[in-house]
Nanobody, 125 residues
Framework: QVQLVESGGGLVQAGGSLKLDCVVS????????MGWLRQAPGKEREFVSA????????IYADSVKGRFTISRDNSKNSVHMEMSSLKPEDTAVYLC??????????????????WGQGTQVTVSS
């Protein structure tokens, strides 16, 4: 069974940068569309970005366009999210998730099948 483990979160000042990683085990990364979503306290899970199995197609939430970049390294079974110009409103638990490789890129959290535990990102003002 595929498992996802996120890392790279932390505390950063507004305007700073972080890079998140998601390592996939128990499966081959090429078999999945990968997504990053986030959940702030008291709020619903929110889509951030998604990436096709080949890495050739991406989508982003409007709130992070131009600041976040998703990428994948299939040889290392890992997906990354580079975040820059961070804002306090980016504070959340960030989770990676999968859909089958033939699926469309989706901004809907309920369309992702497998989830990691998440990594906390806190942006101070």
């Amino acid at each position: 069974q595929v498992q996802l483990v996120e890392s790279g979160g932390g505390l950063v000042q507004a305007g700073g940068s972080l890079k998140l990683d998601c390592v996939v085990s128990g499966g081959t990364l090429e078999r999945y569309v990968m997504g990053w979503l986030r959940q702030a306290p008291g709020k619903e899970r929110e889509f951030v970005s998604a990436l096709s199995w080949s890495g050739g197609s991406t989508i982003y939430a409007d709130s992070v366009k131009g600041r976040f970049t998703i990428s994948r390294d299939n040889s290392k079974n890992s997906v990354h999210m580079e975040m820059s110009s961070l804002k306090p409103e980016d504070t959340a638990v960030y989770l990676c998730a999968t859909r089958p490789w033939y699926s469309a890129l989706s901004p809907w959290a309920n369309e992702y099948d497998v989830w990691g535990q998440g990594t906390q990102v806190t942006v101070s003002s």
